[in-house]
């Protein structure tokens, strides 16, 4: 018995992580083809300068919809030159150490980046970027939307959701091995440490995804699953305490046990 729930509790916990990754990789390539579909359309604005840039901005509501966090525009060097909401504060900021405008303007690609603090509010963002193309096919800026993990947006699923009554999420960054968020709140921006959860997350490049029984860094052994989410190289954990998953089968061994003992007398 213990072997057939284990079984049915792990394809059962495998479909659902596979359905909430599946969601989540939606509404990343959603934000990411928004932003290389528009990101064309700012070339003129872009070579007509920064108050053009702005107004540029300013007319793409459907876009800023997609970000809870704020649209910016940077030049080929990576200094921001336009914003909305607009904040002349945040104008002419250095942002050329940021990996997804590294790849955005050196390697001409729209990526999801790592998650950071934010200044000057210390807020976790994630950022994304499209790279600006002028004729020459030339990376000439680059488009970006930003997401904060503190306000309402499609991640606000994770921390909001258990699976069961005791299980929950882990959305992890492979590149980085950082918990981007979680069911439990307090392990955002934790390092992801335990030993087989790291051994999956390596595994799982070469989409080795699986669901099996672990024992924990806190030493609870749990039912773990992983599904890849391939718009931003993240990977969704799921994870179900085993005490609730066999419950059942510990309240009948204690039944069989005691009308054993019975029947016995």
């Given at each position: 018995?213990?072997?057939?729930?284990?079984?049915?509790?792990g394809e059962q916990q495998f479909v659902t992580v596979s359905i909430v990754a599946s969601q989540l990789n939606r509404e990343l390539e959603l934000r990411l083809?928004?932003?290389?579909?528009?990101?064309?359309?700012?070339?003129?604005?872009?070579?007509?300068?920064?108050?053009?840039?702005?107004?540029?901005?300013?007319?793409?509501?459907?876009?800023?919809?997609?970000?809870?966090?704020?649209?910016?525009?940077?030049?080929?060097?990576?200094?921001?030159?336009?914003?909305?909401?607009?904040?002349?504060?945040?104008?002419?900021?250095?942002?050329?150490?940021?990996?997804?405008?590294?790849?955005?303007?050196?390697?001409?690609?729209?990526?999801?980046?790592?998650?950071?603090?934010?200044?000057?509010?210390?807020?976790?963002?994630?950022?994304?970027?499209?790279?600006?193309?002028?004729?020459?096919?030339?990376?000439?800026?680059?488009?970006?939307?930003?997401?904060?993990?503190?306000?309402?947006?499609?991640?606000?699923?994770?921390?909001?959701?258990?699976?069961?009554?005791?299980?929950?999420?882990?959305?992890?960054?492979?590149?980085?091995?950082?918990?981007?968020?979680?069911?439990?709140?307090?392990?955002?921006?934790?390092?992801?440490?335990?030993?087989?959860?790291?051994?999956?997350?390596?595994?799982?490049?070469?989409?080795?995804?699986?669901?099996?029984?672990?024992?924990?860094?806190?030493?609870?052994?749990?039912?773990l699953s992983a599904k890849n989410i391939p718009a931003a190289d993240w990977v969704l954990f799921a994870s179900l305490p085993t005490a609730e998953m066999f419950?059942?089968?510990?309240?009948?061994?204690?039944?069989?046990?005691?009308?054993?003992?019975?029947?016995?007398?």
């Amino acid at each position: 018995l213990r072997k057939d729930a284990e079984r049915v509790m792990g394809e059962q916990q495998f479909v659902t992580v596979s359905i909430v990754a599946s969601q989540l990789n939606r509404e990343l390539e959603l934000r990411l083809d928004a932003l290389r579909k528009v990101a064309p359309r700012a070339v003129r604005s872009f070579q007509q300068g920064s108050a053009a840039m702005q107004d540029f901005l300013d007319e793409h509501q459907s876009l800023q919809m997609l970000f809870n966090g704020s649209l910016f525009i940077t030049d080929a060097d990576g200094i921001r030159v336009a914003c909305t909401p607009f904040s002349s504060g945040r104008i002419g900021n250095d942002l050329s150490d940021r990996d997804y405008l590294q790849n955005a303007l050196v390697g001409g690609k729209a990526l999801v980046g790592k998650l950071i603090i934010a200044r000057p509010y210390q807020t976790p963002v994630i950022a994304m970027a499209a790279p600006i193309i002028d004729s020459q096919g030339k990376s000439i800026g680059a488009l970006s939307g930003v997401i904060e993990l503190d306000g309402p947006s499609f991640l606000d699923q994770i921390p909001e959701s258990h699976f069961s009554k005791t299980g929950g999420y882990l959305l992890v960054s492979r590149a980085h091995r950082l918990i981007i968020t979680a069911t439990e709140k307090a392990r955002v921006l934790s390092p992801l440490e335990d030993r087989f959860s790291i051994s999956l997350l390596e595994r799982s490049r070469d989409d080795y995804e699986s669901t099996k029984i672990v024992v924990n860094s806190l030493g609870e052994e749990v039912l773990l699953s992983a599904k890849n989410i391939p718009a931003a190289d993240w990977v969704l954990f799921a994870s179900l305490p085993t005490a609730e998953m066999f419950a059942p089968l510990y309240a009948m061994q204690r039944f069989i046990l005691l009308a054993t003992i019975i029947l016995t007398m």
